[in-house]
C-alpha cells in the first residue's frame, strides 16, 4: 500500500526566507504526487501536482516541487515566504494504476515570524 | 460554479448516537470520497463512491457507512458514536476513476464533535 512521509511536523521560519517542506512516499510502478494546504478552519487546496511529464512543478503562488523517482521524494520550495503561506501542508500520492484514492501524509505546519 | 458543498458545518452528538453527513460534488464531477481528519492529524481515507457503489474503503470499522445519489451526491453515515470519532470530515470529488483522476476538490468540512 502507498504511505507518505512528511518528515517535518512545524517548520518556523522568517517572512522573505526560503523554505523547504520534505515529502517522501513509498515506491511504486506509477504516481501521482499532490501538495495541498489547508488554512485554518477551511478544507483542503491543491496546491500543485505531479502527473507525468516534467519533474519540476509549480503554483501559481511561487510554490513548486520537483519529483525524484529515486529518492522517492516529492519536495515542496518557497524562495521567498508570505505572512500569508502560514497554513498547514500536506503532501499526498495516488497509485494511478488502481482506483484513486489518495494517501495524506501527516501534514507539516508551517509558521512564518515577521 | 457552486464547489463542494457539505453540511452541516458543525455539528454535537452524544455517544451511542446516529450521525449522517451531507455532501454534494462539484459540478461536473461524479466521483465522491470522505476523509476523517483528527485534530493535528492529516486526512484519513474513509471510503469513495462511483456510478452509486462503495469502490474503496479505508481501514474503518462496519459503523461507518456511505450512500451515493443518482446525482452524485453522497451521505456519510455513522452508527454508535464513540467518543474518538470527534473529527472534522472531508468530502473530496472527482472526475472518473483511476488513470482518468487528477485531483480532488475538497469541501470545507463537518466539524463532528462526540460528547
Known amino acids: 500500500a502507498q504511505s507518505v512521509t512528511q518528515l517535518d511536523s512545524q517548520v518556523p521560519v522568517f517572512e522573505e526566507a526560503p523554505v523547504e517542506l520534505r515529502c517522501n512516499y513509498s515506491?511504486?510502478?506509477?504516481?501521482?504526487l499532490f501538495w495541498y494546504v489547508q488554512y485554518p478552519n477551511q478544507g483542503l487546496q491543491l496546491l500543485l501536482k505531479?502527473?507525468?511529464?516534467?519533474?519540476l512543478v509549480e503554483s501559481i503562488n511561487g510554490f513548486e516541487a520537483e519529483f525524484n523517482k529515486s529518492q522517492t521524494s516529492f519536495h515542496l520550495r518557497k524562495p521567498s515566504v508570505h505572512i500569508s503561506d502560514t497554513a498547514e501542508y500536506f503532501c499526498?500520492?495516488?497509485?494511478?494504476?488502481?482506483?484513486?484514492?489518495?494517501?495524506f501524509g501527516s501534514g507539516t505546519r508551517l509558521s512564518i515570524r515577521p | 460554479d457552486a464547489g463542494v458543498t457539505q453540511s452541516p458545518t458543525h455539528l454535537i452528538k452524544t455517544r451511542g448516537q446516529q450521525v449522517t453527513l451531507r455532501c454534494s460534488p462539484k459540478?461536473?464531477?461524479?466521483?465522491v470520497s470522505w476523509y476523517q481528519q483528527a485534530l493535528g492529524q492529516g486526512p484519513q481515507f474513509i471510503f469513495q463512491?462511483?456510478?452509486?457503489?462503495?469502490?474503496q474503503r479505508g481501514n474503518f470499522p462496519d459503523r461507518f457507512s456511505g450512500h451515493q445519489f443518482p446525482n452524485y451526491s453522497s451521505e456519510l453515515n455513522v452508527n454508535a458514536l464513540l467518543l474518538g470519532d470527534s473529527a472534522l470530515y472531508l468530502c473530496?470529488?472527482?472526475f472518473g476513476t483511476g488513470f482518468f483522476m487528477a485531483g480532488y476538490t475538497f469541501g470545507s468540512g463537518t466539524r463532528l464533535t462526540v460528547v
Open positions: 473530496a470529488s472527482s
Open positions: 515506491s511504486s510502478v506509477s504516481v501521482y
Open positions: 505531479y502527473l507525468s511529464g516534467s519533474t
Open positions: 499526498a500520492v495516488s497509485d494511478g494504476s488502481s482506483a484513486s484514492k489518495i494517501i
Open positions: 459540478s461536473g464531477h461524479d466521483t
Open positions: 463512491y462511483y456510478e452509486e457503489e462503495e469502490r
